[in-house]
């Protein structure tokens, strides 16, 4: 039996050796494969982007796939929109027509704006219909509302930034979305969240006390008085406070805490008079803008990254103060540049400058439902000015600098397109290779091409600064609704790094 099982083995030995001679391979004898090169970045983009036609096209879709592609997107409780600019069109109309989306579809009740408390507060009366003494406002020409009777908003420099097409087609929407809801359990309110109002807060303090206790409006006159007379150039106020402290002039610092406590010292009294708390709330916020303001103005001559990171931090602190107010099941939607939505720690921000920002702080509070979308574009037109102050003029934008990542992107030669940042949402390997350290560019209000390097580009690592990017290769100016820019003061944090 053995004999036989040995010669039956030597046959098929000797099959084998026939047929490896002949050039045949047996499948336990691979044949040694060479390793193929990995994926380019640019390789790996084109395989795993969802590219999308026009937006205008995107827009007029009816499946409307390009929003449906961030609908994972909407458990967050706080979702942060940024544009890499604050004068690019396609930048704006995305970014309110998925917050259309998200309102539609999950739930949003709140939309907070890098924009000043007072103004975004007479928008919000306007799109809530809210009863109560403050006037509403839409975002209109100048002329329209004064020949209406109404005061125009967002007048302070940049107009363009809030007072355009993109922006005020999104507020009528709104305001008809609005229709027949609840002011406060179910309307879409619209929210303020910058602290450059300092004036302006101080006379919406004394004015919301002048209806309900015009005692107390008196005490917010005699405490603020002094530090309103500064409220039209409140950086020599600041100047002031650091040359003069060996003189006694240590600022109204106390003033304007004192006028906080007070207010807040009857708050059950005010919330029950009328309103139902919402103008309550609006004089509490504009109060404690004023008293972040004056510390801000104070610390902007000691250090740039202190004054940065007490502007953020009183738009984080507002962000949790609306979600607060709103109740335990609000969810916002934050509309910001880049540099305050994107997390920090993931940007040439927080490695060298100390700094952090919005997105930061939204992610260290909520984690993972705290979710950022970046808007980035290659090349096209943005509207700026040249100066702070000065008036808006459509300049172009030159074509990304090479190891940015807006150039790579360019590359790819899709167009337009989204894509999902976030591990187990993008491709493994394309993450890895978006990991690298690359230039990003920031646009804010002035534009500076002749310095574009200095001025405009920071380093970033993309997927740990946004969970999500939507990509313009091409991008045209915001309908502004006007182009002259009246005087006002210089607000130094959002010229930098952007413009100066």
Request: glycine content about 8%; overall charge negative.
């Given at each position: 039996?053995?004999?036989?099982?040995?010669?039956?083995?030597?046959?098929?030995?000797?099959?084998?050796?026939?047929?490896?001679?002949?050039?045949?391979?047996?499948?336990?004898?691979?044949?040694?494969?060479?390793?193929?090169?990995?994926?380019?970045?640019?390789?790996?983009?084109?395989?795993?982007?969802?590219?999308?036609?026009?937006?205008?096209?995107?827009?007029?879709?009816?499946?409307?796939?390009?929003?449906?592609?961030?609908?994972?997107?909407?458990?967050?409780?706080?979702?942060?929109?940024?544009?890499?600019?604050?004068?690019?069109?396609?930048?704006?109309?995305?970014?309110?027509?998925?917050?259309?989306?998200?309102?539609?579809?999950?739930?949003?009740?709140?939309?907070?704006?890098?924009?000043?408390?007072?103004?975004?507060?007479?928008?919000?009366?306007?799109?809530?219909?809210?009863?109560?003494?403050?006037?509403?406002?839409?975002?209109?020409?100048?002329?329209?509302?004064?020949?209406?009777?109404?005061?125009?908003?967002?007048?302070?420099?940049?107009?363009?930034?809030?007072?355009?097409?993109?922006?005020?087609?999104?507020?009528?929407?709104?305001?008809?979305?609005?229709?027949?809801?609840?002011?406060?359990?179910?309307?879409?309110?619209?929210?303020?969240?910058?602290?450059?109002?300092?004036?302006?807060?101080?006379?919406?303090?004394?004015?919301?006390?002048?209806?309900?206790?015009?005692?107390?409006?008196?005490?917010?006159?005699?405490?603020?008085?002094?530090?309103?007379?500064?409220?039209?150039?409140?950086?020599?106020?600041?100047?002031?406070?650091?040359?003069?402290?060996?003189?006694?002039?240590?600022?109204?610092?106390?003033?304007?805490?004192?006028?906080?406590?007070?207010?807040?010292?009857?708050?059950?009294?005010?919330?029950?008079?009328?309103?139902?708390?919402?103008?309550?709330?609006?004089?509490?916020?504009?109060?404690?803008?004023?008293?972040?303001?004056?510390?801000?103005?104070?610390?902007?001559?000691?250090?740039?990254?202190?004054?940065?990171?007490?502007?953020?931090?009183?738009?984080?602190?507002?962000?949790?103060?609306?979600?607060?107010?709103?109740?335990?099941?609000?969810?916002?939607?934050?509309?910001?540049?880049?540099?305050?939505?994107?997390?920090?720690?993931?940007?040439?921000?927080?490695?060298?400058?100390?700094?952090?920002?919005?997105?930061?702080?939204?992610?260290?509070?909520?984690?993972?439902?705290?979710?950022?979308?970046?808007?980035?574009?290659?090349?096209?037109?943005?509207?700026?000015?040249?100066?702070?102050?000065?008036?808006?003029?459509?300049?172009?934008?030159?074509?990304?600098?090479?190891?940015?990542?807006?150039?790579?992107?360019?590359?790819?030669?899709?167009?337009?397109?989204?894509?999902?940042?976030?591990?187990?949402?993008?491709?493994?390997?394309?993450?890895?290779?978006?990991?690298?350290?690359?230039?990003?560019?920031?646009?804010?209000?002035?534009?500076?091409?002749?310095?574009?390097?200095?001025?405009?580009?920071?380093?970033?690592?993309?997927?740990?600064?946004?969970?999500?990017?939507?990509?313009?290769?091409?991008?045209?100016?915001?309908?502004?609704?006007e182009v002259h820019q009246p005087h006002g003061p210089l607000e130094f944090d959002e010229t930098w790094p952007f413009g100066l």
């Amino acid at each position: 039996m053995s004999s036989l099982t040995d010669s039956a083995a030597a046959h098929v030995h000797l099959d084998r050796v026939e047929s490896i001679s002949r050039g045949h391979t047996p499948r336990h004898f691979s044949r040694q494969s060479t390793p193929q090169p990995p994926a380019s970045p640019i390789e790996l983009l084109r395989s795993h982007v969802h590219p999308f036609p026009s937006l205008s096209e995107a827009l007029a879709g009816i499946n409307k796939d390009i929003f449906r592609y961030f609908d994972s997107f909407g458990s967050a409780k706080v979702l942060l929109i940024g544009d890499s600019s604050h004068g690019t069109s396609e930048f704006y109309a995305f970014r309110a027509a998925l917050t259309r989306y998200m309102i539609e579809h999950h739930g949003y009740t709140i939309v907070a704006c890098e924009a000043d408390w007072p103004d975004a507060e007479s928008i919000d009366r306007y799109v809530r219909r809210r009863p109560g003494p403050g006037p509403p406002a839409t975002i209109e020409p100048e002329a329209e509302a004064r020949r209406a009777g109404r005061e125009p908003s967002f007048v302070r420099f940049p107009r363009w930034m809030w007072r355009n097409k993109e922006t005020h087609d999104f507020v009528e929407w709104l305001r008809g979305w609005n229709e027949g809801k609840e002011v406060k359990k179910e309307a879409t309110g619209f929210y303020g969240l910058d602290l450059y109002s300092m004036g302006s807060s101080m006379r919406a303090v004394i004015d919301y006390l002048e209806h309900v206790d015009k005692e107390m409006a008196q005490v917010a006159r005699q405490r603020y008085w002094r530090l309103h007379e500064w409220s039209e150039d409140p950086h020599e106020y600041g100047l002031e406070t650091l040359v003069s402290a060996g003189k006694g002039f240590k600022g109204y610092e106390d003033d304007v805490v004192q006028m906080l406590k007070a207010l807040l010292s009857k708050r059950l009294e005010y919330e029950r008079i009328k309103w139902d708390g919402e103008e309550f709330h609006g004089g509490e916020q504009n109060a404690r803008l004023v008293k972040d303001a004056e510390h801000y103005y104070r610390a902007m001559y000691y250090a740039r990254d202190e004054s940065w990171n007490l502007r953020d931090t009183h738009m984080f602190e507002t962000l949790q103060r609306i979600l607060d107010h709103r109740g335990s099941h609000s969810k916002a939607i934050v509309w910001a540049h880049n540099s305050h939505i994107g997390d920090a720690r993931a940007t040439s921000m927080g490695w060298s400058e100390d700094e952090i920002n919005v997105g930061q702080l939204c992610k260290e509070a909520y984690g993972k439902k705290a979710l950022s979308i970046g808007c980035l574009g290659y090349t096209g037109k943005v509207a700026a000015a040249k100066r702070w102050d000065g008036d808006m003029i459509v300049m172009h934008v030159n074509p990304a600098l090479p190891n940015s990542y807006e150039r790579l992107m360019h590359d790819t030669g899709i167009k337009n397109f989204v894509l999902d940042l976030r591990t187990k949402h993008c491709d493994k390997a394309l993450r890895e290779a978006l990991m690298e350290k690359k230039l990003e560019r920031f646009i804010g209000v002035i534009y500076a091409p002749a310095t574009e390097r200095q001025s405009h580009y920071s380093f970033a690592v993309l997927p740990e600064q946004f969970d999500g990017i939507v990509y313009f290769d091409e991008t045209e100016e915001v309908g502004a609704l006007e182009v002259h820019q009246p005087h006002g003061p210089l607000e130094f944090d959002e010229t930098w790094p952007f413009g100066l």
